[in-house]
């Protein structure tokens, strides 16, 4: 089983569409819990940090639930810069950081 | 505009060639990190520096040698590599190994192996 699991898509939206992610990770020791956004052909960027109050940043809704080993992260009125690969990235116990496979994301007109 | 400054940011070499990656950061994040990332994959881990020292090898082929000059600079030596070596190089730095902040990561190098 892989430490970090995402469904890869793609997930294809059409403008203004509320899309949703899901991701798990295996090891319940896992400390911190990130949402990455990587463009074709470009680095990752950090896209905000998922804390387990859940967290919001403009259009984008982040959760997770350490008892179900789960993160989510929301996106409302999708734009079509939106679309990207989002991964799921969780810091485990030894400190390293554990990227999952990557939702690829494609807004239509 | 990235914090993490990469460079060359595309690199064609042959397999006798010896060539260097270069990063440098001026955040004052005390780790730094190289990835591999191939096509439609993730980055994997290679190299961890904490406080100028080498923290964490993932089992990386000798073929790759890092070396962190200061605090500010991380270097990925490259001798004698492989076609399947084709891949982008990722830099990154975080405040340090246990932050919360999560990484900066550069705009990576793209090597190409001939």
């Known amino acids: 089983r892989k430490e970090v699991e995402q469904d890869p898509g793609p997930f294809n939206v059409p403008e203004g569409a509320t899309v949703a992610f899901n991701c798990t990770y295996s090891?319940?020791?896992?400390?911190?819990f990130f949402w990455y956004r990587q463009d074709c052909r470009k680095e990752p960027k950090l896209l905000m940090s998922v804390y387990s109050s859940g967290n919001e940043d403009g259009r984008f809704t982040a959760q997770l639930n350490r008892a179900s080993q789960y993160i989510s992260l929301l996106i409302r009125d999708s734009k079509l810069s939106d679309s990207a690969t989002y991964l799921c990235v969780v810091r485990g116990a030894t400190n390293k950081l554990i990227f999952g496979t990557g939702t690829l994301l494609a807004v239509q007109p | 505009d990235t914090e993490v400054t990469q460079t060359p940011k595309h690199l064609v070499m042959g397999m006798t060639n010896k060539k260097s990656l270069k990063c440098e950061q001026h955040?004052?994040?005390?780790?730094m990190y190289w990835y591999k990332q191939k096509a439609k994959k993730p980055p994997e881990l290679m190299f961890v520096y904490s406080y100028e020292k080498l923290s964490i090898n993932e089992s990386v082929p000798s073929r790759f040698s890092p070396e962190c000059p200061n605090s500010s600079l991380l270097n990925l030596h490259l001798h004698a590599l492989q076609p399947e070596d084709s891949a982008l190089y990722l830099c990154a730095s975080s405040q340090g190994m246990g932050s919360d902040y999560g990484y900066t990561f550069g705009s990576g190098t793209r090597l190409t192996v001939v």
């Open positions: 090891n319940s020791a896992s400390q911190s």
């Open positions: 955040m004052g994040h005390r780790a």
